[in-house]
Structures are given as structure tokens and as C-alpha cells.
């Protein structure tokens, strides 16, 4: 969970011009063309809303409205779509995976606000967030519950803090992270994703690397040696991926809880 900084969003006017000069039917470009103005109202409610998104209610379309919008994103222009395409590198130069779960590559789409519920955003550039296909399945069409969003949106949303802590068990080379904040919208987010078992599959491999890396390299058993090894990748894996990451938080983990002692001492 990572709020993504770098921001070039394609712009509303730029996408319903170029899905409206598209190969679709005369019949949808007129039908769209006479919704423009309520569409570009829905748009600027979703802004003035954009971090609190849990305000913007489905609107009273009609089925054929939804359908043709919804058709916008499966049939999107191929200008348009190379745009988008753009856009989300821009996003995610340097961080090159899942802003969600920060494990897997970002190779899909997210409509933050599902276009089965929201059509008139499906092709909105803010509502589309790139993320990975484990996380947009486990999403799906989820948002809300009692009143309350159930996701972190990497675009609006910050990341306030220490959310997860991970023990460590170097005997059986396992990792095991928990939840610090039970009670937020982060929590809700790392239950939904599945994020914890996933960081105790990859952080297991982590830890077995750094084992690996003692036991194949005997300079790194020099204490300051490997404390400053630590310390390099404790670094770059916090400035790159922030202090939730699963490695961050095993290279910290090592680093101050008195377990290098315990590492270098195993044979």
C-alpha cells in the first residue's frame, strides 16, 4: 500500500472527445453526447469527493445508458487507451509493481468505483488505478460496507504509518505479520487483499535468502559486515516501497531487534 505520488491524469474532456470521434454507432455517440452535462457533473462530484469517495452514490441511469457507458472502457478508443497506458507508467516509474499490495506486477486496471454500480466512470482516468491481477480479483466489485470504504486508493488516500509488525523465526525460517491498526481503512484493505498470508509466503523467501547469503558468503559474518548490508537494503526497500513492505519490515525486524546476533551465532 503505497500512495502513488507521480500523477498525469488523462482528463475527462480528452476522453469523452476521443470515445465520442470513435467507430461507435451515430445512435451511441448522440445518446452519449446528450448526457455529457450530467456526466461532467457526476466527474466533478467525484473530484470534490476524491478522498472521501464513500459520498458519491450510484447514479439513477437508465439500463441502456449504463450499458452504453460501461462499453466505453471494453471498446475504449485506441488513442485513448494508449494514453491511459501512459498514464500508469508515469504513475508507477520506480515502483513497477501493485500499488495495493506492493507484491505482483501491475498489469490490470481497477474501476475504484466498480462500473457496474458507476458506468459513467469506467473510462474516468482517476477511477482506473493499475494494480495486479490477484488484487483486482479479490476486489471485484466490492467498496463499501455500512457506509464505510473497504480499500485504500492509492491516488487520495495516504498511508499514515506503521500498519503491520512481523515476527520472526530464524530456527524454522518463517515470517509472520500482523495487523498493528485493526480498526482503519488500511486494515480493511490488507484483509480484503489477503495482503497478510501473501507477505508470510514472500517474506519466508526473504528470510531464507538472507540465511542463504551467511551460510554462501562467510565475509558477511563479520558483524559489521552484515549490519551494514542490512542497513543498505533496509533503505532502499523503505525508500522505494515505504516502512509496510514486507521486506522493510524483516530487514528492521533484524536490524533492531538484537536478532543479528542471534544469525551470525547459528551455524
Same mark, same amino acid.
Given at each position: 500500500?503505497?500512495?502513488?505520488?507521480?500523477?498525469?491524469?488523462v482528463?475527462?474532456?480528452? %476522453?469523452?472527445?476521443?470515445?465520442?470521434?470513435?467507430?461507435?454507432?451515430?445512435?451511441?455517440?448522440?445518446s452519449?453526447a446528450?448526457?455529457?452535462?450530467?456526466?461532467?457533473?457526476r466527474?466533478?462530484?467525484?473530484?470534490?469527493?476524491?478522498?472521501?469517495?464513500?459520498n458519491?452514490?450510484?447514479?439513477?441511469?437508465?439500463?441502456?445508458? %449504463?450499458?452504453?457507458?460501461?462499453?466505453?472502457?471494453? !471498446?475504449?478508443?485506441?488513442?485513448?487507451?494508449?494514453?491511459?497506458?501512459?498514464?500508469?507508467?508515469?504513475?508507477?516509474?520506480?515502483?513497477?509493481?501493485?500499488p495495493?499490495?506492493l507484491?505482483?506486477e501491475?498489469?490490470?486496471?481497477?474501476?475504484?468505483?466498480?462500473?457496474?454500480?458507476?458506468p459513467?466512470?469506467?473510462?474516468?482516468?482517476?477511477?482506473?488505478?493499475p494494480?495486479c491481477?490477484?488484487?483486482?480479483?479479490?476486489?471485484?466489485?466490492?467498496?463499501?460496507?455500512?457506509?464505510r470504504r473497504?480499500?485504500?486508493n492509492?491516488?487520495?488516500?495516504?498511508?499514515?504509518?506503521?500498519?503491520?509488525?512481523?515476527?520472526?523465526?530464524?530456527?524454522r525460517?518463517?515470517?509472520?505479520?500482523?495487523?498493528?491498526?485493526?480498526? %482503519?481503512?488500511?486494515?480493511?484493505?490488507?484483509?480484503?487483499?489477503?495482503?497478510?498470508?501473501?507477505?508470510?509466503?514472500?517474506?519466508? !523467501?526473504?528470510?531464507s535468502?538472507?540465511?542463504y547469503?551467511?551460510?554462501?558468503?562467510?565475509?558477511?559474518?563479520?558483524?559489521?559486515?552484515?549490519?551494514?548490508?542490512?542497513?543498505?537494503?533496509?533503505?532502499?526497500?523503505?525508500?522505494?516501497? !515505504?516502512?509496510?513492505?514486507?521486506?522493510?519490515?524483516?530487514?528492521?525486524?533484524?536490524?533492531? %531487534?538484537?536478532?543479528?546476533?542471534?544469525v551470525?551465532?547459528?551455524?
Amino acid at each position: 500500500m503505497i500512495k502513488l505520488r507521480k500523477k498525469n491524469f488523462v482528463s475527462f474532456k480528452k %476522453s469523452f472527445d476521443s470515445i465520442c470521434a470513435s467507430g461507435k454507432s451515430p445512435t451511441v455517440i448522440n445518446s452519449l453526447a446528450g448526457q455529457r452535462n450530467e456526466i461532467e457533473a457526476r466527474v466533478l462530484k467525484y473530484l470534490n469527493n476524491r478522498r472521501a469517495l464513500e459520498n458519491v452514490f450510484p447514479a439513477a441511469l437508465s439500463p441502456d445508458i %449504463s450499458v452504453e457507458l460501461k462499453s466505453c472502457y471494453d !471498446g475504449m478508443p485506441s488513442d485513448l487507451k494508449f494514453q491511459l497506458e501512459l498514464s500508469h507508467k508515469y504513475f508507477l516509474r520506480g515502483l513497477h509493481v501493485c500499488p495495493y499490495c506492493l507484491i505482483s506486477e501491475a498489469d490490470t486496471k481497477d474501476h475504484y468505483l466498480p462500473k457496474e454500480d458507476f458506468p459513467e466512470f469506467s473510462f474516468l482516468s482517476y477511477n482506473l488505478i493499475p494494480c495486479c491481477a490477484n488484487c483486482n480479483r479479490r476486489k471485484g466489485r466490492q467498496f463499501l460496507k455500512d457506509g464505510r470504504r473497504l480499500f485504500f486508493n492509492p491516488y487520495f488516500d495516504s498511508v499514515p504509518g506503521r500498519i503491520l509488525d512481523v515476527e520472526l523465526s530464524l530456527a524454522r525460517e518463517t515470517v509472520s505479520f500482523h495487523l498493528v491498526e485493526k480498526d %482503519s481503512l488500511l486494515a480493511s484493505h490488507v484483509e480484503k487483499l489477503n495482503i497478510i498470508e501473501r507477505y508470510n509466503d514472500k517474506g519466508a !523467501g526473504v528470510l531464507s535468502e538472507i540465511i542463504y547469503l551467511l551460510n554462501d558468503y562467510p565475509s558477511m559474518r563479520d558483524e559489521e559486515e552484515f549490519v551494514n548490508h542490512m542497513d543498505v537494503e533496509y533503505n532502499k526497500s523503505k525508500s522505494r516501497y !515505504g516502512i509496510n513492505h514486507y521486506t522493510s519490515l524483516i530487514y528492521e525486524k533484524l536490524l533492531l %531487534s538484537g536478532l543479528v546476533g542471534q544469525v551470525l551465532q547459528d551455524p
